[in-house]
């Protein structure tokens, strides 16, 4: 599961070896080309993330989408406490 995984994240943090950077790098590049890239006027958008793999990654993530003429917004760890905050606050 992704949760499964995500729980490397942080160790992978830790580990500054270059196939590590290489191989998050590609992973990324190929969720940009498959997955953002398709959608029609992406590149006049900021683009947010959620999850360890993003938050930990973020530095690499950024290159991968400045690279690709995308910007990054904001990256969140853990989304829950904004999505509290934002429900215990919204205005009806």
Excluded: R
């Amino acid at each position: 599961s992704n949760a499964y995984i995500a729980s490397f994240a942080s160790f992978l943090a830790k580990k500054d070896h270059e196939w590590k950077h290489l191989l998050i790098q590609n992973v990324f590049q190929e969720f940009v080309e498959q997955k953002l890239l398709p959608i029609p006027h992406i590149s006049s958008k900021e683009i947010h993330f959620v999850g360890s793999i993003a938050h930990f990654h973020s530095d690499i993530l950024e290159n991968v989408l400045k690279s690709n003429a995308l910007h990054l917004g904001s990256v969140l760890q853990k989304p829950l406490e904004k999505l509290i905050y934002f429900h215990n606050h919204q205005i009806l």
